[in-house]
């Protein structure tokens, strides 16, 4: 038969459905084991349905990493633009990260911009941006759900702007007409000492506060995204309750969710079609792997000699990054070793910056001066002694059809 490499590639199907189901801030239709916080949210926010614009709330939510605070808020949020939508009420939901938006002034300019309202550039204090968006709503005739996530990364929490408190009294006018809610997201409710009294009590008014799951309800969440997310029959359903023990110390589902992923990329890079124990417990060691399917294939001899040369580095040194010279002189080494003509530095360089292109390697220039500069390569993801032993493996391929 002759071959056909299109239908290789054809048949080397992924092994998941939709890799974007494992990605954190990928928010699932089905939000479980979360029903009673939902229930209290809509009690609490069923007065902007039933009365419009006469009401003005304030929550906030806590609890530990990855146990579902973004999520219930996203929900929620969809749940409430919905009903609103029914009942033609102008409700707007814009859920702000505080962790990317890190300013007071970045915040509002980032409010404004995804409520549609022309936003200046320049010269104007955080107080100013209040106004305008105070005026827009008004003018509008919009009522505003915030979401302020992650509430503990904005950098001048102590200034003596306090973004809370402005927020919350944009409320107080003429016509008694309320135009903001407030929904807050902290991990840590002892953050609050930080704050001036009057914003601590402005935020007491309801917080919800979310539990760890049990290890039954992660399995849950965890099989949502598998049964949506994966091919039929590739996990076991008892090694979903061996990554839900495994998590349920910290109950973050984003960590299941990676080593889901990650089991399910070392099992197609190994061309396996089931998750075995063995992927599962290099999942369980390393984080995200950059390694994309057919990375390694498209690499010239050269570029894989460099890869390899810097598994090697790596694992010998057990560090997490080698200096390029470093590089330089075990490339040269390996190329005497298989009878080969090492490239010169420039063909080098560009060789690791063609690697870097693929995702294989991260490059990080550290620079004193033009002449001080030094460069470390790294590899951030896939378990390096498979990489190496892959590598290993192609190299000698070649060698042995040269
Ligand atoms: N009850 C749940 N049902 C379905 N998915 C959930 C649930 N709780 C958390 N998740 C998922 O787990 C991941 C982490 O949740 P997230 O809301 O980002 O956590 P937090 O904001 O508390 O750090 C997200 O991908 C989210 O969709
Ligand atoms: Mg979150």
Redesign the pocket.
């Known amino acids: 038969m002759t071959l056909n490499y299109l239908e290789d590639q054809y048949c080397r199907n992924s092994l998941f459905i939709k890799e974007e189901y494992f990605?954190?801030?990928?928010?699932?239709d089905?939000?479980?084991?979360?029903e009673q916080e939902l229930i209290m949210l809509s009690k609490i926010f069923i007065k902007l349905i039933e009365t419009p614009f006469q009401i003005s709330r304030k929550v906030m939510i806590h609890?530990?990493?990855?146990?579902?605070?973004?999520?219930?808020a996203r929900t929620f949020g969809r749940m409430l633009l919905l009903s609103a939508k029914k009942r033609n009420i102008k409700i707007e939901y814009v859920h702000i990260n505080c962790r990317i938006e890190k300013s007071n002034f970045k915040i509002l300019v980032q409010v404004l911009r995804k409520l549609n309202c022309p936003v200046p550039i320049r010269g104007f204090s955080p107080q100013d941006l209040i106004t305008m968006l105070k005026d827009y709503l008004k003018d509008k005739n919009i009522y505003l759900v915030l979401v302020l996530?992650e509430l503990n990364h904005i950098q001048n929490f102590n200034s003596n702007f306090d973004i809370i408190y402005s927020l919350t009294r944009m409320n107080d006018t003429e016509n008694r007409k309320n135009f903001l809610s407030l929904i807050v997201?902290v991990r840590d409710i002892t953050l609050l000492r930080n704050l001036d009294e009057s914003t601590i009590s402005t935020l007491q008014g309801s917080i919800l506060t979310?539990k760890k799951?049990t290890n039954k309800q992660i399995v849950d969440?965890l099989n949502?995204?598998i049964n949506k997310g994966l091919k039929k029959g590739i996990i076991a359903e008892s090694d979903v309750q061996l990554i839900a023990e495994k998590i349920s110390d910290s109950g973050?589902?984003?960590k299941g969710?990676n080593i889901i992923r990650n089991a399910v990329k070392i099992t197609e890079f190994k061309g396996k079609i089931h998750i075995s124990s063995d992927e599962l417990q290099l999942a369980f060691k390393n984080l995200i792997p950059s390694l994309q399917d057919d990375a390694l294939s498209i690499l010239t001899y050269h570029m894989t000699l460099l890869l390899y040369v810097i598994t090697i580095l790596l694992l010998e040194r057990k560090e997490k990054r080698v200096i390029f010279s470093d590089i330089q002189k075990k490339y040269e080494e390996i190329c005497f070793q298989y009878k080969e003509t090492p490239r010169k530095s420039t063909q080098i360089w560009n060789n690791l910056q063609s690697l870097k292109n693929y995702s294989l390697i991260n490059i990080k220039t550290i620079s004193k001066n033009v002449k001080g500069r030094k460069s470390y390569c790294s590899i951030n993801s896939i378990p390096i002694n498979i990489l190496n032993e892959e590598l290993n493996q192609k190299i000698r391929n070649f060698l042995s059809s040269r």
């Open positions: 990605e954190v801030n990928y928010l699932p089905q939000i479980i084991h979360r609890g530990d990493v990855g146990i579902g605070k973004t999520a219930i996530d997201i979310l799951y969440i949502i995204r973050d589902i984003r969710l």
